[in-house]
Nanobody
């Protein structure tokens, strides 16, 4: 499994921005799908953005146009740029990684498609 460590969470006001980072311990010759998920209190964990080994991105509708997923392969780091934040974005944010198996290729925002998870970073948006 891949070791993943997120950072960059914090508290912001409505309309603010944050950038999350996730450093992955991976072999340089390995390829992975990587994704960001979030889980609000009392709710299920849901996928919000994913990026495939070639850089193609996927977003859930609620974050399209506000969030941008990217990666720096040289640094083994995944990013999530978040802007236009609102209280509904308050959640624990997790990064995940998975080799390009069939399930993640077809469902890159599915929780069950990933086996490696970070510990999470909290994002709180106040009104």
């Amino acid at each position: 499994q891949v070791q993943l460590v997120e950072s960059g969470g914090g508290s912001v006001q409505t309309g603010g921005s944050l950038r999350l980072s996730c450093v992955a311990s991976v072999h340089s010759d390995s390829t992975y799908y990587m994704a960001w998920f979030r889980q609000a209190p009392g709710k299920e964990r849901t996928g919000i953005a994913a990026i495939d080994p070639d850089g193609k991105t996927y977003y859930t509708n609620s974050v399209k146009g506000r969030f941008t997923i990217s990666k720096d392969d040289a640094k083994n780091t995944l990013y999530l740029e978040m802007s236009g934040l609102n209280p509904e974005d308050t959640a624990e944010y997790y990064c995940a990684a998975e080799p390009p198996a069939q399930r993640v290729r077809h469902f890159p925002l599915m929780v069950a498609a990933y086996n490696s998870w970070g510990q999470g970073t909290q994002v709180t948006v106040s009104s």
